[in-house]
C-alpha cells in the first residue's frame, strides 16, 4: 500500500503548500503518507542553478536537462521506487489507474516545466501519464491531481469509507444530483422525492438519475454487459421520458 511519495521539482513550495490544507494535510499529520520535495536545482552543475536549456534543432520554448532529474534520482536513492513522468504523451489517466498505483508503497514523481523534458529521461521512468488532453503550467499541478486522487484511498483519510463506493468512476457511473436546504431557492425547488422519507423510493430515484445523466454525458461508462434487469427497466422509462420531451417540442 502507498506510504511514501517524492516530487522532483523546480517549484517544491507547490507541493509543500497541497500537503499543508484539508484531506491531504490530515494525511501527512497522522503520518498515513509521508512526501519530501526534491529541489532538481539543489542537483545542477553550474553557479546559476539551471534546469533547462534550448532545444537541439531549434524551436520555441526551453526544455528540462536529463541531468538534475537523474543526479536527484541517483543521490537520493530513488531509482528503486516507481518512477512516474508526468507528459502530455502518457497513458491517460483513470480511477483504475488510481486503484493500481495506490498498491505501489513508494512512488516518485518527475515534475517538468516549460517546453517539456529531455526525451530520454523517459527511460528511466516505469510509466508515463497524462492527466487529461489539455495544457497544465508544470507537472506539480498533474502531480498533484494524481496524488489527491490516491490519498482519499488510503485507509484512515476519509472518515466514513462507504462513501467511497459511491462515488463517480468507483459505480462506473456520474453521480445522482445532490440538494441541501433550503428546499426551495429563488423558485428553484428540491425534487419532492428527496423530501417524501421514503428511502426506497429514493434510492431507486438515485439510481435513474445516475443511470440518465450517465447516458446523457458519458454514454462510454455503460457497459452493456455490465447491465442489471433493473438498469434496463429504468433505460426504458428514461428513454419513454426523453421520447415524450422530444415530441412536445417538436409539437410546439
Not at 537541439?56 to 532529474?69: D, N, T
Not at 518512477?83 to 515534475?111: A, R, W
Not at 428511502?199 to 455490465?226: F, G, M, P, Q, V
Amino acid at each position: 500500500m502507498l506510504k511514501n511519495l517524492y516530487y522532483l521539482t523546480t517549484f517544491p513550495e507547490i507541493i509543500d503548500f497541497y500537503f499543508s490544507y484539508s484531506i491531504p494535510g490530515k494525511a501527512a499529520k497522522k503520518s498515513i503518507i509521508n512526501h519530501s520535495c526534491i529541489n532538481l536545482r539543489d542537483y545542477t552543475f553550474d553557479k546559476h542553478r539551471t534546469t533547462d536549456d534550448s532545444p537541439y534543432g531549434g524551436g520555441v520554448g526551453m526544455i528540462m536537462k536529463i541531468e538534475p532529474f537523474l543526479s536527484a534520482l541517483e543521490k537520493n536513492n530513488l531509482t528503486s521506487t516507481t518512477i512516474i513522468l508526468l507528459s502530455p504523451k502518457g497513458i491517460l489517466l483513470t480511477q483504475d489507474l488510481i486503484q493500481e498505483m495506490v498498491n505501489h508503497e513508494s512512488i516518485t514523481f518527475l515534475c517538468g516545466h516549460y517546453g517539456g523534458i529531455d526525451e530520454r529521461l523517459s527511460n528511466f521512468a516505469n510509466s508515463i501519464i497524462s492527466i487529461g488532453d489539455y495544457i497544465v503550467g508544470g507537472g506539480e499541478i498533474s502531480a498533484i491531481v494524481i496524488t489527491d486522487a490516491m490519498i482519499r484511498l488510503l485507509e484512515g483519510v476519509i472518515g466514513n469509507v462507504n462513501s467511497l463506493k459511491s462515488e463517480t468512476f468507483n459505480q462506473k457511473r456520474l453521480s445522482f444530483p445532490q440538494f441541501t436546504k433550503p428546499s426551495e431557492f429563488k423558485n428553484l425547488k428540491v425534487p419532492s422525492i428527496l423530501l417524501s422519507g421514503n428511502h426506497k423510493e429514493i434510492e431507486k430515484w438515485r439510481k435513474k438519475e445516475s443511470l440518465k445523466w450517465t447516458l446523457l454525458s458519458r454514454a462510454d461508462l455503460l457497459n452493456k454487459e455490465e447491465l442489471l434487469p433493473s438498469d434496463k427497466k429504468c433505460l426504458k422509462e428514461i428513454k419513454d421520458e426523453l421520447d415524450n420531451l422530444i415530441n412536445n417540442l417538436l409539437n410546439e
